[in-house]
């Protein structure tokens, strides 16, 4: 097979099983590239998808919404990442949050029973698997841990930290709602930083 539709898939999933992985053929019929425009929502709530998405190009933003209607931010996800809805593809349910594209964004979709199969043929696939489903697992407890027992100040230093790569590229009120804080409060937290980095540039030279 060639990987048209899973070459971004392939390195995530070799790098998961720590070696090269054969039998890609059996998911050739499983997998798509697909194409969304700056805005635009790849699934929303209540949905049935049972896919794991590996990013191309572009951010994709994954939000719940409230009884009001207010929107928080879950997590953000670029080139190289990946994101799947375990209520659906462990549980059977449904999708609880929706994704879309902060950019213009290409990914791979790929059908996770057809990947599942595959991992309980193979111990190799089966590793990966497992190592992925392990990330997403410490990804969500260190959300949780920072929203939990974190200042706004120390959770906006780790989201620098975390997402270094695409920070820039990200709308300052969208952070905000992924660090469960206004905008305003975070403009204060970001003068601090500035104010501090400066006064510490200054103490260096003096």
């Known amino acids: 097979m060639e990987l048209k539709?899973?070459?971004?898939?392939?390195?995530?999933?070799?790098?998961?099983?720590?070696?090269?992985?054969?039998?890609?053929?059996?998911?050739?019929?499983?997998?798509?590239?697909?194409?969304?425009?700056?805005?635009?929502?790849?699934?929303?709530?209540?949905?049935?998808?049972?896919?794991?998405?590996?990013?191309?190009?572009g951010i994709?933003?994954?939000?719940?919404?409230?009884?009001?209607?207010?929107?928080?931010?879950?997590?953000?996800?670029?080139?190289g990442g990946f994101f799947a809805c375990p209520s659906v593809i462990i549980s059977g349910g449904k999708t609880d949050y929706f994704a879309v594209a902060l950019e213009d964004v290409e990914l791979e979709q790929l059908h996770y029973p057809a990947l599942q199969n595959l991992a309980e043929k193979n111990s190799d696939w089966s590793?990966?698997?497992?190592?992925?489903?392990?990330?997403?697992?410490?990804?969500?407890?260190?959300?949780?841990?920072?929203?939990?027992?974190?200042?706004?100040?120390?959770?906006?230093?780790s989201f620098l930290q975390s997402h270094r790569t695409i920070v820039k590229r990200i709308q300052i009120r969208d952070i905000a709602k992924y660090l469960g804080i206004t905008p305003e409060a975070l403009s204060r937290i970001r003068t601090r930083m500035r104010n501090k980095k400066h006064q510490n540039s200054s103490e260096l030279i003096s």
């Open 5 to 57: 539709f899973l070459r971004q898939t392939k390195v995530l999933m070799c790098g998961a099983a720590g070696n090269e992985l054969s039998g890609w053929d059996a998911l050739e019929n499983a997998a798509q590239l697909r194409r969304f425009s700056k805005a635009q929502e790849i699934f929303g709530s209540g949905e049935w998808q049972p896919y794991i998405y590996v990013i191309r190009r």
């Open 60 to 79: 994709v933003k994954l939000s719940y919404l409230d009884d009001t209607g207010e929107e928080w931010v879950k997590s953000f996800i670029g080139e």
């Open 127 to 157: 590793r990966a698997v497992r190592v992925l489903l392990e990330s997403h697992i410490l990804r969500k407890e260190q959300r949780e841990r920072e929203l939990l027992t974190m200042t706004p100040d120390l959770r906006y230093h």
